[in-house]
């Protein structure tokens, strides 16, 4: 909706329905209750003289509206905090009509409707409100009481706007969706602030989402044009693969494919295999975690052949669970994404590196949760879970005697029947040589492994939980990067001790263990993943069901 103002008329009819629309409106207008600081005491200090707007109300009028809508406490205590902080002068309306961030504010959430696809938020009766306001270029003017009802209707929009453009659907309980990292809190009232004083423009600036979420959404924008392009069909071939130097009918559609997936710069209609294609074979490949090769087979065909509307589907899932999250971190962190069997180390928000892990299968999933990780243990000990020692541990003992000695284990006591295990330090420990502890309900941590042909797998969803790394060498190093006592050389020998020895981090370096199965790299490249333990079909359910 684009509006602009030329001129004024002075209209009884339309006035009449304005009003009436404005009545409905407010019967639409309910928000979530949420926990909200106390009230805030009122700025006195501004006055008609210094005021952003000459236009103030009664605070009694407020109460009114807050009272007829049935707001929460909490949705109410917005209200009062944001006009409390302006001592009561109109934020969305001068005298002769609405200010730029009304519309700046209706465009923004409409275009978050058109991307997202999330119609929820949409209100027609307020859309209609300022369709209504402009009749051929002229503003029809709003009674006193027309106007501020439109005002608070408008806030009541942006609350209800940010809470889910930037936090996430709140209907949504993201435990349901086996999600632990402590979902982000907005304050809606301080980002409606930043609206208004910057007249409703360059929101990106100030925005409460995180980066990673805007190279997502802009990645959605081109799958939209993707998908309306061309028509998606399906591309066979009877060929087990296709590689350079092979000919064959259906190459030119794998390079049309792939150019309007980015993956290959210039347009190629030839039926030849060649070393271009390759090139973007490859690309391709390494987007959507499979073999870089650069040889077409039926993985990657099938990959393909993904339609831009699930791609898209599987976005938007993405761009959710990415709403959850900080929005910045400016400090040393690491992030486990599971799907893609990868850790990525930061340091100072900066991506520093990255390594390959092991994740649980899908019988014991790795849980998605964040941490504090606080201790670096070398040649550790492996404190047996009972669960392990039950199912695995005691039948193999009734198997074999030996079976404790033979595995560096010993018993240190029993709890009923069952015994309670640990294995020493050693070469074949299965934590490895060192394990990085972030204390956590769920006994997850990160740790070094003997069984390094693991990584060579494309799929590495092994482990009982916990996450395993290739390079725990290299991790250690940078975490005690800055302490002068520990040199590399210092790092080797603890691990290959033989004697378990913690050492306590300076600052605690924050953890996230995410599930993210669309993303955006530092490179620019839109990269897609297997939904190993089925998570994006349970958030499907929630988000797609609600937006019906």
């Known amino acids: 909706m684009v509006i602009k103002l030329r001129g004024y008329i002075l209209s009884c009819m339309k006035q009449t329905a304005v009003l009436m629309l404005l009545g409905l409106l407010f019967s639409t207008c309910r928000m979530q209750q949420k926990e909200f600081p106390v009230v805030e005491t009122r700025d006195t200090s501004i006055t008609v003289s210094n005021a952003y707007t000459q236009l103030f109300f009664d605070s009694i009028a407020l109460e009114r509206f807050v009272r007829e809508q049935g707001f929460s406490d909490s949705v109410a205590n917005q209200f009062r905090n944001f006009y409390n902080a302006r001592n009561y002068q109109y934020a969305w309306f001068f005298s002769d009509g609405p200010a730029e961030q009304a519309y700046h504010f209706l465009n923004l959430q409409n275009d978050y409707i058109a991307y997202s696809g999330d119609s929820s938020l949409y209100n027609p009766v307020l859309e209609q409100v300022f369709d209504t306001l402009e009749t051929g270029g002229h503003f029809i003017p709003l009674s006193d009481s027309s106007r501020l009802n439109a005002e608070l209707s408008l806030t009541i929009q942006f609350f209800r706007y940010a809470e889910k453009a930037y936090q996430g659907d709140g209907r949504i309980n993201t435990r349901d969706l086996k999600w632990y990292i402590p979902r982000k809190k907005i304050n809606e009232v301080a980002l ?55 000919t064959a009918a259906v190459i030119p559609a794998i390079k049309r494919r792939l150019l309007l997936l980015q993956d290959m710069s210039v347009e190629d209609s030839s039926l030849l295999f060649t070393d271009e294609l390759a090139m973007a074979v490859k690309k391709f490949q390494r987007r959507y975690g499979i073999q870089a090769d650069g040889i077409v087979g039926a993985a990657t065909l099938r990959m393909i052949n993904v339609s831009p509307k699930e791609a898209i589907r599987k976005m938007l899932i993405n761009m959710e669970r990415m709403r959850w999250v900080p929005a910045e971190i400016n400090k040393d962190f690491l992030l486990v994404n599971i799907p893609e069997f990868k850790l990525h180390v930061f340091e100072n928000a900066v991506p ?85 502890l972030f204390p956590n309900s769920y006994n997850i941590y990160l740790h070094d492994t003997p069984q390094k042909s693991l990584f060579g797998e494309e799929r590495r969803a092994f482990s009982h939980g916990c996450i395993r790394l290739s390079e725990p060498r290299k991790l250690a190093g940078f975490l005690l990067r800055n302490d002068s006592t520990w040199t590399a050389s210092q790092i080797t020998a603890a691990m290959n001790s033989g004697k378990e020895r913690s050492v306590t981090l300076k600052e605690p370096v924050k953890v996230f263990v995410g599930y993210f199965t669309a993303w955006v790299n530092s490179a620019g490249e839109l990269n897609f993943r297997e939904d190993i333990y089925g998570h994006d079909v349970r958030i499907a359910e929630k988000i797609f069901e609600k937006r019906k």
């Open 192 to 246: 409606l602030d930043s609206l208004i004083a910057h007249k409703g423009e360059k929101i990106g600036s100030y925005e409460p989402v995180n980066i990673y979420y805007q190279h997502l959404k802009q990645k959605l924008l081109d799958y939209y044009a993707i998908e309306k392009a061309e028509e998606w069909q399906p591309i066979t071939t009877g060929r087990k693969k296709l590689e350079p130097g092979d």
């Open 352 to 436: 520093s590196f990255s390594m390959d892990v092991v994740v649980g299968t899908t019988q014991h999933n790795t849980v998605v949760f964040s941490g504090d990780l606080k201790y670096i243990v070398f040649s550790p000990f492996w404190n047996v879970p009972a669960s392990i020692v039950k199912n695995e541990i005691v039948p193999g003992m009734k198997k074999d005697n030996n079976y404790i000695a033979r595995h560096n284990m010993e018993i240190t006591g029993y709890t009923g029947n069952i015994p309670v295990v640990r294995q020493k330090p050693g070469a074949n420990n299965s934590l490895g040589k060192v394990k990085f």
